[in-house]
């Protein structure tokens, strides 16, 4: 199966390069390496926050070891920190980071929100809204009033004490206006990321068929998108892999892709079995998940198409990885969030080298 890349929009951009760090492992090792993937070419990083160690104070951690690179958090989920916290929080690690801080947001799902933190997990779209109104009222160092359905700002007295009075962040942010992403998946949340936010971090970004599943919801956002917000841009995610004898590493993607696919979720809902029939893999959008919830991991990885796994990734010869490159950009990919493939830090480091002098050729 051969497609060609649709763009969900079209303008002109240099391609940057980022990646994403997780929260476990030894933390002072990967920041070292991070200092090296700054130097080789790599443009963001995202630092990942689940139930491990918070990502704030790693964060801090990276603005004191880089001075070029973009620090996002990828991403901080909209429950468990009030949008006044929030914005204090998005505020001070600008402050810290010489103003190269992106406020990566999503909603996280139940298992997380209401099994570790024990919220409530609900209206993420509405909620996201008002947290990102309330950010940016307190960026701009405004009294902060929100009559919200989610969020009011002072608290009424008929739920608090009576006693609240409205307040304006102490400090002066570096910026008023902090670029905010948001990790976005469904038609009505993509919608409302291309309203209003600067950034989208889609997953598992099809280039040939990323128009066919989010393009009308990108438009309708977009037709109510403030323009001073400028072009919407888009964090794609693929795993990165350039070598003439890296076939292999397709296998080291498809358990994870299994899980999403198969095991995100119950038949009938999960997001990303419908992703992958939206990319027009039904029938093996079926087989994964009924091999994942009867147990069979191993089979269920087996079933993901070495077709999709290429579709979404990086992997491949230099001349391949420069297609795959433009076919990213011609579909509106801003920036390839990317995965290095390599058994050590070297290998990594070389990954970004590699596809910085093929996006820079």
Not at 28 to 39: I, K, Q
Not at 239 to 254: N, S
């Amino acid at each position: 199966m051969s497609y060609e890349a649709v763009p969900l929009f079209e303008w002109s951009v240099r391609v940057r390069i980022g990646t994403q760090i997780t929260y476990s492992g030894g933390f002072a090792e990967t920041v070292a390496e991070v200092a090296d993937l700054e130097r080789a070419g790599l443009d963001i990083v995202f630092m990942a926050e689940a139930y491990s160690f918070d990502a704030v104070s790693q964060l801090g951690y990276l603005a004191a070891k880089t001075t070029t690179l973009k620090l996002a958090s990828g991403i901080f989920q909209i429950y468990t920190r009030t949008p006044s916290l929030m914005a204090m929080t998005a505020a001070g690690l600008d402050f810290v980071s010489d103003g190269r801080f992106v406020l990566g947001l999503g909603a996280s799902g139940p298992q997380v929100i209401e099994g570790f933190h024990g919220v409530r997990y609900d209206a993420p779209i509405g909620r996201t809204r008002e947290l990102v109104d309330i950010c940016r009222q307190v960026w701009r160092r405004e009294k902060v009033q929100y009559d919200g359905k989610y969020y009011q700002i002072p608290l009424p007295a008929e739920k608090g004490t009576g006693l609240g009075k409205p307040l304006k962040i102490i400090n002066h942010p570096v910026r008023e206006k902090i670029p905010i992403v948001i990790a976005a998946l469904g038609p009505k949340n993509v919608e409302l990321t291309a309203e209003i936010a600067e950034g989208w971090q889609p997953i598992f970004f099809h280039p040939e068929r990323a128009n066919d599943v989010w393009g009308d919801a990108i438009a309708k956002g977009k037709a109510k998108r403030d323009p001073s917000l400028g072009e919407l841009e888009i964090y794609a995610g693929p795993a990165l892999a350039i070598g003439d004898d890296v076939d292999h590493m397709l296998e080291w993607i498809k358990p994870h892709l299994a899980l999403y696919i198969g095991g995100m979720g119950a038949r009938g809902k999960n997001f990303y079995n419908d992703l992958a029939c939206r990319y027009g893999y039904e029938a093996e959008a079926k087989t994964i998940q009924d091999l994942y919830l009867d147990g069979k991991k191993q089979e269920a990885a087996a079933a993901v198409p070495d077709e999709l796994v290429r579709a979404i990734s990086l992997i491949g010869p230099e001349g391949y990885v420069r297609e795959r490159v433009a076919a990213f950009k011609e579909a509106g990919a801003t920036t390839l969030t990317v995965n290095a493939i390599a058994p050590d830090s070297a290998g990594r480091v070389a990954q970004i080298e590699k596809l910085r002098a093929i996006i820079d050729a």
